[in-house]
C-alpha cells in the first residue's frame, strides 16, 4: 500500500526535499540530519544524489573551514575560493585544495596579479590580526573577486573577506556560527574604497527543545583609497567596527526580549498581578452561564 | 518514523509546516503518526454563528472539518461528525468560558479553545487545548493535552502534555532581521483530589507548567542561543579594542 501511494512522488520531488532538508541543517548538523532524510527517503541512490548536489552547497554558505593536509593551514570552502568542483584555493598559502583529498600548488593563472595581491595580501595579515583578537575559534580569508588580472593603477579590481566562526558542542546540546563576508570594491577612477558586508549568525539549542537563532545582517560603508597598508588598516577597522556594533545590536535584541516582546505575548502574571483564581472563577463563570442563559431565553 | 521525529527535532523552527508537509508528503504510511506527534503551529477558522474564532488542531478534527467548540458544529458541515456527550459537552463550555478569562488576564488577546473527548483506551476524559498570543511578527502558541484517569476514592490522576511553539522575529534597518524560534515539549503527572473539581485542577496545572515553560524559554533557550553567540565572538575583548579603530 505503502508503495503505491509513495509512487506519488516523484523522484524529482523526493530528491528536492531531501535537499530542503539537508540545507536548512542547523550549523554543524548536516551529518545528522543526512542519516536521517537518507532513513526517511529509502532509496539510496536518490539519496546519493541529493546529498551530492546538497552538501557541497551546504559547506559553502556555512563557510566550513578544512585543515588541509601537511598541516599548512585551513582552507575555507566558499564560492569566492571555488575554482572548479570541489576544489577551492586558499590564497594566504596559495595552495588548491581538491577537497577533501589533497592539495596541488595553484598555477599562476589562479592567482591574482602581483599588484592585486599586494593589496589582498596586505589586507590578509590585518584581517588575520582582527579575526585572531575577535574570534576565538575564527578563520578568515581574503580572495580576490574581480579583476585579478588588473596589472596596476587605472583599474577596478574587487577583494572579498570572508570570515567565519563555528562552534560546535553537541555534547552540550548547542551548535552555532558567525558567518561575514566583505566585497571591497577597489574604485580606481573615484580613488574610493566601497564595502558591502553580510553578516549571518545562528545557533541551536536542542536540549529538551528545538530553539533556533537566525540572524542576518546587511550593511555598506566607503573609505579613500590609499596604499596597499593603509587601505588594509582602514578596512579591518571599519568591518571590526560594524561587526561589533552587530554584535552589541544582537545583545540588545536579546536583553529586550524579556521586557517587551515576551511580555506582550504572554506576562509571567496575569494583569491582576496574582496567580489564577481558578476556584472562584468557576463559579464566576457559572453565575455568569447562568444568567447569559437567561438572558437570552434559550 | 524516528528518523522523521529526528528531522523535526533539527529543522528551524520557524520552518515546523514546510518540514511536515514534506515528511507527510514522503511517508504517507505514517501520516496519523506524524500528525499526533508533531504540533504545527495553530490554524483559526472563524465560527460565524457565534462570531467567535477557534482553534484547529487534530482534538477537533473529524475527516477535513474540524468542531467549533462555541457552536459545537463542524465547519465546514460534516453530517456525522463525532460529537462528545452531553455530560462532556457541559464541562467543554464551561471550560472554554473560564480559559478565556484566563487566556485574557496573561495574554491580553489571543485565542483559546477546549475540546473534550472520550479516550477509547481509558475510562476519563482527555482535553486538547490551544492558545495563542500575536504579535506584529511573533508568536505564542500553546497545546495542552490532559489526560484525566477514571475517578478512584474522591482523587484522579491527571496526566498534562503542553508544548509551547514560539517565534519571534524583528527587522530593521540598523540591525538586519533577528529571528528566534523555538518550540519545547514537557509533561507532568499529578495525583489530586476532585473535590473541586476537574477544571480547577487542570487549570492549576496548566497555569504552573506554562509559567515554567515560559521560563525555560525566555532564561534557559534563549539565553542558550545567546551564549553560543557571545562564545563565538565574545563581547568583553571588542569593547577593549574599541577605542583603536
Redesign the interface.
Known amino acids: ?2 508503495d503505491e ?2 509512487a ?2 516523484s523522484e524529482k ?2 530528491k528536492e ?1 531531501a535537499k ?2 539537508l540545507l ?3 550549523p554543524g ?1 548536516i551529518q ?2 543526512a ?7 529509502n532509496d539510496d541512490v536518490l539519496y546519493e544524489e541529493a546529498a551530492s548536489e546538497a552538501f557541497p552547497l551546504y559547506n559553502k554558505s556555512h563557510l566550513i573551514s578544512i585543515e588541509m593536509p601537511g598541516r599548512i593551514g585551513d582552507v575555507i570552502v566558499t564560492s569566492y575560493g571555488e575554482l572548479a568542483k570541489n576544489e577551492f584555493i586558499d590564497p594566504r598559502t596559495a595552495q588548491v585544495a581538491v577537497v577533501c583529498t589533497e592539495v596541488r600548488p595553484a598555477l599562476d593563472e589562479e592567482l591574482p596579479s602581483a599588484y592585486v595581491e599586494e593589496f589582498r595580501c596586505a589586507m590578509d595579515a590585518e584581517i588575520l590580526k582582527y579575526v585572531g ?6 578563520v578568515c580569508s581574503v580572495y580576490c573577486g574581480n579583476g585579478k588580472d588588473v596589472e596596476g593603477p587605472g583599474f577596478d579590481f574587487e577583494l572579498v573577506v570572508v570570515i567565519s ?3 560546535h558542542s553537541p555534547q552540550n ?6 558567518r561575514s563576508v566583505w566585497s571591497i570594491e577597489f574604485k580606481d577612477e573615484i580613488q574610493m574604497l566601497e564595502l558591502k558586508g553580510k ?1 549571518q ?1 545562528g ?16 550593511c555598506k560603508d566607503t573609505t579613500i583609497f590609499q596604499s596597499s597598508e593603509d587601505s588594509a588598516i582602514a578596512i579591518s ?1 571599519i568591518i ?2 560594524h ?2 556594533e ?9 536583553s529586550n ?2 521586557d517587551t ?2 511580555k ?9 498581578r496574582t ?2 483564581p ?2 472562584n ?2 463559579q464566576f ?2 453565575t ?2 447562568i444568567t447569559k442563559e437567561l438572558g437570552i431565553g434559550k | 518514523m524516528e528518523a522523521a521525529m529526528g528531522l523535526m527535532r533539527r529543522m528551524p523552527p520557524k520552518h515546523t509546516e514546510t518540514s511536515l508537509s514534506a515528511l507527510l508528503s514522503l511517508l504517507p504510511q505514517h501520516s496519523s503518526d506524524l500528525l499526533s506527534q508533531v504540533d504545527q503551529p495553530l490554524q483559526v477558522l472563524c465560527d460565524m454563528e457565534y462570531g467567535k474564532e477557534f482553534i484547529l488542531c487534530e482534538y477537533n478534527r473529524d475527516a477535513d472539518s474540524y468542531r467549533s467548540p462555541w457552536s459545537n458544529k463542524y465547519h465546514p458541515p460534516l453530517e456525522d461528525g463525532s460529537l462528545p456527550s452531553l455530560e462532556l459537552r457541559k464541562l467543554e463550555v464551561e471550560a472554554n468560558d473560564i480559559f478565556a478569562i484566563y487566556r485574557d488576564q496573561y495574554y491580553e488577546g489571543g485565542i483559546s479553545s477546549v475540546y473534550m473527548w472520550e479516550d477509547d483506551n481509558e475510562d476519563g476524559s482527555k482535553t486538547g487545548q490551544g492558545r495563542r498570543g500575536y504579535l506584529q511578527e511573533g508568536a505564542w502558541d500553546a497545546i495542552h493535552v490532559i489526560e484525566v484517569g477514571p475517578e478512584e476514592e474522591g482523587t484522579a490522576h491527571y496526566r498534562l502534555t503542553s508544548t509551547v511553539m514560539l517565534s519571534l522575529t524583528t527587522d530593521n534597518e540598523s540591525s538586519g532581521t533577528f529571528s528566534l524560534s523555538g518550540s519545547i515539549r514537557r509533561q507532568m503527572n499529578m495525583h489530586l483530589s476532585t473535590e473541586e473539581g476537574h477544571l480547577c485542577n487542570m487549570g492549576r496545572m496548566i497555569e504552573e507548567m506554562e509559567s515554567k515553560l515560559r521560563n525555560s524559554l525566555d532564561q534557559v533557550y534563549f539565553g542558550k542561543t545567546k551564549e553560543m553567540v557571545c562564545t563565538l565572538r565574545p563581547p568583553s575583548e571588542v569593547v577593549m579594542r574599541l577605542p583603536d579603530s
Not at chain 1, 542519516?35 to 527517503?41: E, L, S, T
Not at chain 1, 546540546?173 to 558567525?178: E, Q, R
Request: with cysteine; hydrophobic share 40%.
Open positions: 500500500m505503502a501511494e509513495e506519488e512522488l520531488q523526493k526535499i530542503w532538508f536548512n541543517s542547523p548538523e545528522f540530519v542519516k536521517d532524510v537518507k532513513a526517511v527517503i583578537e575577535a574570534y576565538p575559534k575564527g566562526a563555528a562552534r546540546f548547542c551548535n552555532g556560527s558567525w553578516l549568525v545557533a541551536h539549542y536542542f536540549e529538551e527543545g528545538n530553539v533556533q537563532l537566525d540572524a542576518k545582517h546587511e577597522n571590526r567596527q561587526e561589533t552587530y554584535l552589541t545590536s544582537l545583545e540588545a535584541s536579546y526580549l524579556p516582546t515576551f506582550d505575548l504572554r506576562r509571567k502574571l496575569p494583569v491582576t496567580l489564577f481558578w476556584q472563577t468557576l463563570s457559572l455568569r452561564d
